[in-house]
């Protein structure tokens, strides 16, 4: 059975930090990706990481401040937020590739969800 359970969310100021944890149980070495969802948006790709950690992907929006990475024999996934603004308040998941070989951006290709973690950014 496979498990996503993500940790790390909270309440930050304009321009701090965070680090977002993904245990991974279930399965190994899957792709996985962090994804954000803000009230009345729709849910968007944020950061994606292939199966060896080596090669990464990144949604514009949040490039140069968010970095993924991976940490295989802790099957577990981190996403590290900086310079985070307000607009990054929102839902934070991360998602697993049951499949294919190149990080994937659309949600229909991640088959596992997380329940989600909030962040909070106050002005």
């Known amino acids: 059975q496979v498990q996503l359970v993500e940790s790390g969310g909270g309440l930050v100021q304009a321009g701090g930090s965070l680090r977002l944890s993904c245990a991974a149980s279930?399965?190994?070495?899957?792709?996985m990706g962090w994804f954000r969802q803000a009230p009345g948006k729709d849910r968007e790709f944020l950061a994606g990481?292939?199966?060896?950690?080596?090669?990464?992907r990144y949604a514009d929006s949040v490039k140069g401040r968010f970095t993924i990475s991976r940490d295989n024999a802790k099957n577990t996934v981190y996403l590290q937020m900086n310079s985070l603004k307000p607009e990054d308040t929102a839902v934070y998941y991360c998602?697993?590739?049951?499949?294919?070989?190149?990080?994937?951006?659309?949600?229909?290709?991640?088959?596992?969800w997380g329940q989600g973690t909030q962040v909070t950014v106050s002005s």
């Open positions: 998602a697993a590739q049951s499949t294919g070989l190149y990080i994937a951006t659309r949600l229909e290709n991640y088959d596992y």
């Open positions: 279930g399965l190994s070495r899957n792709i």
């Open positions: 990481v292939q199966r060896s950690g080596s090669s990464t």
